[in-house]
């Protein structure tokens, strides 16, 4: 394995800011943009949280599955760069078909099958590190790669995101695949990947029973998540409704019972998942699942705010679509900033304050900054947003940083692979459960009580945020 020059951390790195350009621009801003064209007001939320989670079922499937199709690759180009290549260009065609999208269906389309090409060049995208870059450059080639996935968040804000404010939809998507493009053909032409001469004699089904059964947990937390949060809904709503209306009733049922949903369906779906997936070592090895579940319940929190804010600020501040677009690239930036700042720094202040302790420390900060946020519902006010999305920035980015640390020192000496690609669970299945049931909850009493489920729902991403810190009580072993 050649040792690499300095401009290689950023050529085998760079395909990982375009695809995060795509996706940012894609979540945050192009569908709920496009959703709330399409879909009727009442059901918007509703309609874009089952788009979302349509789209990451799909991806869970897809990224594994082309990621070990390119383990088995003997092309003569390398085992990752041609899935790669035919990823980006099929992005770029459903790129097009969303830019053409006339009704909520046709949308729903491509966006479907957007998830699926680009998950195409996901998977095996995160073979080059490990195939390209000796152990020892490994540190730092990973950092080059955690900036390429984290600048998106403040590129699409400064530029995609103002453009769709100011009317140019067709051009932000435009630019959008253009990035996609152009960081895509210098991995091509500069990544020299050594072909693979033989196929690996490793199968190929076994990965993936493990991949349906962490989709399996998931779907077992979201009915589980459903029923009980059904239940203490309805015994609220009824208290609710023996002191006041039926309207007031339902809303808070609907309320109460979808935080309670979100986090049952956190907790029973990484139990699921991991016995699915681990068997009978998933009880031997608890603190390992309670560490899946502190980073879901942190993780289902941020990325269902930044799918949301988009609908959250379009009420506060009674905006139309496109002056939506543009505050949420703004705060969307503002945060992005602040989690890059704040993982570059984190390495040190986790040497020092220790893993668990910052886990914890994190979780209450970004309750904080959403609880914060949540005041702007009934006193709209841009100072607050900017200040409540700096401090969900900062909490993020230690977060990140603190969370996978303590995760590697919970994993069995020698099976970090196997362990830590469980982490899936936590990943894909954040949007499903945060965006699935918190459009739903938000639509239902919006029903009711314009905005208040807005402020049910992010009420319920501050919970979160908070009872992620409570299941690190759940992990037992101790940092060294």
């Known amino acids: 394995m050649k040792r690499l020059r300095w401009y290689d951390y950023i ?39 089952a788009m979302r989670s349509a789209g990451l079922v799909i991806a869970m499937l897809v990224q594994p599955a082309a ?51 680009s998950n195409i060049s996901h998977g095996p995208l995160q073979g080059l590190i490990p195939d390209m870059v000796p152990e020892d450059q490994r540190g730092r080639a990973s950092a080059i790669k955690a900036i390429m996935e984290l600048l998106p968040v403040i590129l699409v804000g400064l530029t995609i995101a103002k453009m769709v404010g100011a009317g140019a939809l067709d051009a932000a998507i435009f630019v959008t695949g253009a990035s996609l493009l152009v960081v895509t053909l210098i991995t091509m032409i500069f990544v020299k990947e050594t072909p693979l001469q033989e196929k690996p004699t490793t199968p190929f089904w076994p990965p993936m029973v493990r991949v349906l059964g962490m989709l399996g947990g998931i779907a077992i937390g979201a009915i589980t998540g459903l029923l009980g949060g059904g239940l203490v809904g309805g015994l609220a709503g009824l208290v609710t409704l023996l002191l006041g209306s039926q309207s007031t009733a339902i809303a808070v049922g609907v309320g109460v019972g979808g935080a309670v949903a979100m986090v049952v369906a956190v907790v029973a779906g990484v139990w699921a998942g991991c016995l699915g997936t681990l068997g009978k070592e998933a009880r031997r090895q608890s603190a390992f699942v309670w560490w899946i579940a502190n980073r879901l319940m942190f993780l289902a929190a941020v990325t269902s705010i930044q799918g949301s804010i988009f609908y959250f600020v379009m009420y506060a501040f009674k905006l139309s679509s496109e002056a939506a677009a543009s505050m949420t690239g703004s705060l969307t930036s503002i945060i992005g900033i602040f989690i890059v700042l704040t993982a570059l720094a984190s ?11 910052l886990v914890a420390i994190s979780g209450i900060v970004a309750a904080t900054g959403n609880i914060l946020l949540l005041i702007t519902i009934w006193l709209p006010n841009l100072t607050i947003v900017y200040i409540a999305g700096t401090i969900i920035g900062v909490a993020t980015g230690l977060f990140m940083t603190a969370n996978w640390a303590l995760g590697t020192d919970l994993v069995p000496a020698g099976e970090a ?32 009580y314009m905005g208040l489920g807005y402020f049910a729902v992010f009420a319920a991403y501050a919970l979160l945020f908070a009872l992620s810190s409570v299941t690190l009580v759940g992990m037992r072993k101790k940092e060294e």
């Open 347 to 357: 390495g040190w202040i986790t040497d020092r304050v220790g893993r668990t302790r």
């Open 11 to 49: 050529t085998i790195n760079l395909f990982w800011l375009g695809l995060n350009i795509r996706n940012t621009a894609l979540g945050s801003i192009f569908m709920p943009y496009l959703v709330s064209i399409f879909a009727p007001e009442a059901i918007k939320n509703t309609a874009l949280g």
């Open 67 to 117: 990621g070990m199709l390119s383990d088995r690759s003997t092309s003569r180009f390398g085992r990752r760069r041609p899935y790669i290549l035919v990823g980006a260009l099929f992005d770029c065609l459903f790129l097009a078909a969303i830019a053409l999208s006339q009704t909520y269906w046709a949308l729903l389309i491509a966006v479907l099958l957007i998830q699926f090409s």
């Open 417 to 448: 692979g196997r362990y830590l690609g469980i982490s899936n669970l936590a990943g894909a299945g954040a949007g499903i459960i945060g965006a699935g049931i918190g459009g739903l909850v938000a639509d239902a009493i919006n029903h009711y």
